[in-house]
Nanobody, 125 residues
Framework: QVQLVESGGGLVQAGGSLRLSCAAS????????MGWFRQAPGKEREFVSA????????YYASSVQGRFTISRDNAKNTVYLQMNSLKPEDTAVYYC??????????????????WGQGTQVTVSS
């Protein structure tokens, strides 16, 4: 059974940092893009960041550009999201996503077909 499990969320003060991890099991995602999405209460799930299978190409939402960094370790079948300079508006449940098609990277929910359970990130002001 394929599973994506996020960890690393928590409560931090504005300006602080967190590193989220997503560990995949049951299948290797080495040839697929991986992404991070987030969803705040009452809001639609939105794109945060994505990375190609090789790590050579990354995408970021404009709201997190310059503050967040996505990376992956294919040997560990794990993707990370380093979040710096956190703001209260970053508060959301963060979801890890596995790409639907090999050699393709996207910013849309339908570009991914495996999802983690989410990890809560709360930034206080």
């Amino acid at each position: 059974q394929v599973q994506l499990v996020e960890s690393g969320g928590g409560l931090v003060q504005a300006g602080g940092s967190l590193r989220l991890s997503c560990a995949a099991s049951g299948r290797t995602f080495s040839n697929y893009a991986m992404g991070w999405f987030r969803q705040a209460p009452g809001k639609e799930r939105e794109f945060v960041s994505a990375i190609t299978w090789s790590g050579g190409t990354t995408y970021y939402a404009s709201s997190v550009q310059g503050r967040f960094t996505i990376s992956r370790d294919n040997a560990k079948n794990t993707v990370y999201l380093q979040m710096n300079s956190l703001k209260p508006e970053d508060t959301a449940v963060y979801y890890c996503a596995g790409g639907r098609a090999p050699l393709f990277i996207g910013r849309n929910l339908y570009d991914y077909n495996y999802w983690g359970q989410g990890t809560q990130v709360t930034v206080s002001s």
